[in-house]
């Protein structure tokens, strides 16, 4: 049984994914947890890191999945980089995947940038975060070379599947959109077990529940709350002197701005998020078009019927006529 990598993105269905469908086993699949993969393929330092041993601490599992005629699944988003980081370790990663599974199958799920990128801005406001979303975005360069932040570059999806491909080959690295899955869960499914020959039991598919949010994301007036709370109420890492942190803090807060959300009309909702879509399409600005062209390329679902921003192929007899 060949292993199948789903190695994000991050905000592209990933939760649902683990906890719905690639958890049980009718899905044909066998599922190791992701906080297990990230501490033997993410967390060792890179002079640490030994893929030998690493393949062993994954040997039984392996061998129980063939046993049970499963097709053994790594979900785990981390795998593709951190956002917050850049996904600076997401090429070492990548590496480090193909020497302890050079059998594998690669999972590679995206998502138009505006959209992933409003989505990991929310997740990092429910963290702890402080910055703006043109700060988060765009961040300064001061002290950039001691902390690695978001990139831009890091949702420029062509290079990432572009180099699974050449370590894995071009036809074991299927690229699936997030949208599809919106739209037709059911289709996006099935072409995924297709693709890593899982038998998946007739029928289980049809009888999940698409319409579950495994995580809850707050509207654009809550992340605006939240942020102005966190340096006050929540301590980490990031956030070692807040004022007021206590134990559960963060978790309290989250609740408090939930609660908030739900007492908001729906048009003021609608309205700050619409606002908010504008922040990041002006930061943005077309970044995109080229690696989305590029991308087009290499996968076999329209971009454009989807939402990404595309640059226009000139037709070749355009070009010659130049």
Not at 160 to 180: I, Q, T
Request: some cysteine; hydrophobic content about 40%.
């Amino acid at each position: 049984m060949r292993p199948l990598l789903h190695v994000g993105y991050h905000k592209t269905g990933t939760s649902w994914m683990q906890a719905q469908f690639f958890a049980h086993r009718q899905s044909g699949f066998s599922l190791i947890r992701s906080r297990t993969a990230e501490e033997a393929l993410v967390f060792p330092h890179g002079f640490s890191f030994d893929a030998r041993k690493t393949r062993l601490t994954f040997s039984k599992w392996l061998s129980d999945s063939e046993g049970e005629g499963l097709i053994p699944v790594i979900s785990a988003e981390r795998l593709t980089g951190h956002p917050d980081a850049g996904g600076y370790d997401s090429k070492e990663i990548a590496d480090r995947l193909l020497a302890v599974f050079p059998e594998a199958r690669v999972l590679i799920t995206v998502r138009e940038q505006k959209a992933i990128a409003l989505a990991m801005y929310n997740q990092y406001i429910r963290a702890a975060g402080q910055c703006t979303i043109e700060e988060y975005l765009r961040p300064t360069l001061r002290g950039s070379t001691r902390t690695p932040w978001f990139a831009l570059e890091y949702l420029e999806f062509d290079k990432c599947v572009k180099y699974y491909r050449s370590l894995f080959g071009s036809e074991n690295v299927l690229v699936l959109p997030y949208e599809r899955f919106v739209r037709n869960p059911i289709d996006f499914l099935h072409r995924l077990v297709e693709y890593a020959e899982a038998p998946c039991q007739a029928d289980f598919i049809s009888t999940l529940p698409f319409s579950l949010r495994v995580k809850q994301s707050f509207s654009s007036v809550g992340t605006s709350i939240k942020r102005r709370l966190n340096p006050i109420f929540v301590r980490d890492r990031a956030l070692p002197h807040s004022l007021l942190a206590s134990e559960g803090g963060n978790l309290r807060l989250k609740r408090f701005v939930a609660t908030i959300d739900r007492c908001l009309p729906k048009s003021i909702r609608a309205a700050a998020d619409a606002k908010m879509r504008r922040r990041i399409e002006r930061v943005i600005a077309g970044y995109y078009k080229q690696s989305n062209a590029n991308l087009q390329e290499m996968v076999d679902f329209d971009l454009r019927e989807h939402g990404y921003d595309i640059e226009a192929r000139v037709p070749a007899s355009a070009a010659m006529a130049r």
